[in-house]
């Protein structure tokens, strides 16, 4: 079965700079999909950013990047420019092409920490 | 996402009484998901479906059933509830191309 390990538990980051959260994962497999969710105070999951393993380009979506390791099985997020209410908790998952129902498999999850 | 819904939001119960949460929605998606989120642990899947009357067990299945008689409806049942099940409940979507999972805005259950 696969994991998804998210080794920083809370960051903190001054506003207008940049913070790399850490994700790594384990697989057996080559071809999956990997996301970051954000958990903003309302608790609304919110789908910040996805990469498909076959792809070596890095996924980037504004100010949210991706650094993508396959042979390391990392899956680092940067967030650049950082804003007040980037201030949440940012979740890790890992969906198999394999295995059926196209399920999540999360991290346990990165509090970030927004200081003005 | 206006198109997810979760009811009820908030729910107290006591151990040992049966609970139903519901989820609802209107995009027509085949893939419904429950999970539950614990701190540490992130978010586990409980059961899931992936139509109407084909459901699967999750991770963290035990002590729940699921039933979806029609497609926009997936209801998770905690037929004796107990303490240990205290916790917030996520319900999601996918579908489309891309079959990126959508969430709800959760239900917090407290069992006392």
């Known amino acids: 079965a696969q994991t998804v390990t998210q080794s920083q538990p809370e960051m903190s980051v001054q506003e207008a700079e940049t913070v790399t959260l850490s994700c790594t994962y384990d697989t057996s497999e080559s071809d999956y999909y990997l996301f970051w969710y954000k958990q903003p105070p309302s608790r609304q999951m919110i789908l910040v950013i996805r990469q498909e393993a076959y792809k070596q380009q890095n996924a980037t979506e504004n100010r949210f990047s991706v650094n993508f390791q396959k042979a390391a099985k990392s899956f680092s997020l940067k967030i650049s420019d950082s804003q007040l209410g980037d201030a949440a908790m940012y979740f890790c998952?890992?969906?198999?092409?394999?295995?059926?129902?196209?399920?999540?498999?999360f991290g346990a999850g990165t509090i970030l920490r927004v200081k003005s | 996402d206006a198109g997810i819904t979760q009811s009820p939001r908030h729910k107290v119960t006591e151990t040992g009484t049966p609970v139903t949460l519901r989820c609802h929605q209107t995009e027509n998606h085949r893939y419904m998901y429950w999970y539950r989120q614990d701190p540490g642990h992130g978010l586990r899947l409980i059961h899931y479906?992936?139509?109407?009357?084909?459901?699967d067990k999750g991770e963290v299945s035990d002590g729940y059933s699921v039933s979806r008689s029609k497609t926009e409806d997936f209801l998770l049942t905690l037929e004796s509830a107990t303490s240990s099940q205290t916790s917030v409940y996520f319900c999601a979507l996918a579908g489309g191309s891309t079959y990126e999972q959508y969430f709800g805005p959760g239900t917090r259950l407290t069992v006392t």
């Open positions: 479906s992936y139509g109407v009357k084909d459901t």
């Open positions: 998952a890992y969906r198999s092409t394999l295995e059926y129902g196209n399920k999540l498999v």
